[in-house]
């Protein structure tokens, strides 16, 4: 049973968050959250009942405010649905440069959790995958492109395969081609007699 948020539950996630997203989440032990939380472990159990619950809370943490700031990329974003669509690009490529910068924590901790696809955490990174999909295809549809899903998901694929080709080559350089690509699309999409590719 989830415990109520306190300012300690947010402590232990907020150390817990940049634990994981810097060293992996098997490499931290739930010893090394509770130290970097200045809490005791057995506070940290407290507030979750396993490493588990934790991840999925890491997780949890991220979703909603990475969705709301891809959002604002794109509502801020100069021109028409296909420049705000390559501005979710640029943005995360000027991110991507940051010497902090880790690669999705979506996809790695899916990575990790490859054996376990029941895993909580794997079912929020499901979700957050999906919502953001569920919002480009909405954003989409506003802009008059029909039909709007497909074009969503073939942008969601351009955005993922950047994050993990960057993982490989560390080079920010192919999520801004991903951006033009995910342009080209949403450009052919809206040409007169063209549906989405």
Same mark, same amino acid.
């Given at each position: 049973?989830?415990?109520?948020? !306190?300012?300690?539950? &947010?402590?232990?996630?907020?150390?817990?968050?940049?634990?994981?997203?810097?060293?992996?989440?098997?490499?931290?032990?739930?010893?090394?959250?509770?130290?970097? #939380?200045?809490?005791?472990?057995?506070?940290?159990?407290?507030?979750?009942?396993?490493?588990?619950d934790l991840v999925a809370a890491y997780l949890d943490a991220r979703d909603q405010p990475n969705l709301a700031l891809m959002a604002r990329w794109f509502d801020e974003a100069d021109g028409g649905l296909p420049d705000k669509i390559e501005a979710i690009f640029r943005q995360l490529a000027r991110?991507?440069?940051?010497?902090?910068?880790?690669?999705? /924590?979506?996809?790695?901790?899916?990575?990790?959790?490859?054996?376990?696809?029941?895993? *909580? #955490?794997?079912?929020? /990174?499901?979700?957050? &995958?999906?919502?953001?999909?569920?919002?480009?295809?909405?954003?989409?549809?506003?802009?008059?492109?029909?039909?709007?899903?497909?074009? #969503?998901?073939?942008?969601?694929?351009?955005?993922?395969?950047?994050?993990?080709?960057?993982?490989?080559?560390?080079? *920010?350089?192919?999520?801004?081609?991903?951006?033009?690509?995910?342009?080209?699309?949403?450009?052919?999409?809206? !040409?007169?007699?063209? !549906?989405?590719?």
């Amino acid at each position: 049973m989830k415990k109520p948020d !306190s300012p300690t539950r &947010k402590r232990i996630v907020d150390a817990a968050s940049r634990l994981f997203y810097d060293e992996g989440i098997r490499a931290v032990s739930v010893d090394s959250v509770a130290a970097k #939380a200045g809490v005791t472990k057995r506070t940290l159990y407290y507030h979750f009942e396993s490493k588990d619950d934790l991840v999925a809370a890491y997780l949890d943490a991220r979703d909603q405010p990475n969705l709301a700031l891809m959002a604002r990329w794109f509502d801020e974003a100069d021109g028409g649905l296909p420049d705000k669509i390559e501005a979710i690009f640029r943005q995360l490529a000027r991110s991507a440069r940051h010497p902090r910068w880790k690669g999705c /924590g979506f996809l790695r901790t899916a990575a990790e959790l490859a054996p376990l696809p029941g895993h *909580p #955490a794997v079912r929020i /990174g499901a979700r957050h &995958k999906a919502g953001f999909e569920a919002w480009l295809a909405g954003a989409c549809a506003a802009g008059g492109i029909p039909p709007s899903a497909e074009l #969503a998901r073939q942008v969601v694929l351009l955005m993922d395969g950047a994050f993990s080709i960057m993982l490989v080559h560390r080079d *920010p350089g192919y999520i801004e081609a991903a951006g033009r690509a995910a342009a080209a699309l949403a450009r052919a999409a809206q !040409s007169p007699g063209t !549906s989405a590719p």
